[in-house]
């Protein structure tokens, strides 16, 4: 019987992957067999050691995603190290809040560089690997500001909604070519980026009070939707932002 979720075998690139979703993620496709190189900005031993006890090829580049100029070479590596890469996700990010009236230039640069640009390179980079031996997943963390605005979020909502957007572009040169790219836009989750919501009291009353699943994400929240955009049961879903929320959007 064919297995529709199997990635064993595979070499997945997860960005962000020392903590939060990423590291969730990491550790997740670890457990179903993959191997899996995580890019943080300090090295990770301790998640490496994670990956490497679930009897998978892991290892952690320390990378700084601001450094366009290294992308060829960061690639080089791992695909030195690997073999190959057949799953990039796309999950490190920034957030910066102020008012739109006051947001500072260096602050939108910082944040749509990191949340757009960066990704977007990653998917260039990786993506000639895939196009080159005719498969390959790629999976981009937008947002729900990839639907909405957001307050005092000018930066973050304009760089997810990008993602969201050029997601569905690179799909529609890719899809023919083996290659599916999609997009995970992930609700309100209890991780580090979401501390200062998580203890104003009013602020994360108003967001619960919002969710139909009566509770914030959690980490692993995420890992059966990556899993399922990485594996052969999605090869015929292209371009497409799937909402793992609670049901935020439907409310």
């Not at 910066?96 to 910082?110: K, M, Q």
């Not at 957007?165 to 609700?187: C, D, M, R, Y």
């Amino acid at each position: 019987m064919k297995n529709f979720f199997d990635v064993r075998g595979k070499v997945a690139v997860i960005t962000g992957g020392n903590r939060g979703l990423g590291r969730a993620m990491a550790e997740g496709f670890a457990d179903c067999g993959a191997d899996v190189a995580i890019i943080s900005t300090k090295h990770a031993p301790e998640v490496e050691e994670a990956l490497k006890e679930r009897g998978v090829r892991g290892k952690s580049y320390a990378f700084n995603l601001g450094d366009f100029a290294g992308y060829d070479a960061l690639i080089a590596e791992i695909v030195a190290d690997f073999g190959t890469i057949d799953i990039l996700i796309n999950n490190a990010g920034v957030q910066r809040r102020a008012d739109a009236v006051e947001f500072p230039e260096a602050e939108w640069d910082f944040v749509v560089d990191l949340d757009m640009k960066a990704p977007f390179l990653l998917c260039q980079k990786a993506g000639r690997i895939m196009l080159e031996k005719g498969y390959g997943k790629i999976i981009n963390l937008a947002s729900l500001l990839s639907f909405q605005g957001g307050l005092r979020v000018p930066a973050y909502a304009a760089a997810k909604a990008g993602v969201s957007g050029f997601t569905k572009s690179l799909a529609n040169e890719w899809a023919q070519h083996g290659v599916n790219i999609n997009a995970i836009a992930p609700g309100y989750m209890a991780t580090e980026m979401n501390e200062a919501l998580l203890a104003d009291e009013d602020r994360n009353r108003q967001i619960l009070a919002r969710i139909p699943a009566g509770r914030w994400g959690t980490p692993d929240d995420l890992v059966g939707t990556a899993l399922f955009l990485a594996s052969p049961a999605s090869d015929y879903v292209n371009g497409f932002t799937i909402a793992v929320d609670g049901g935020w959007l439907g409310r």
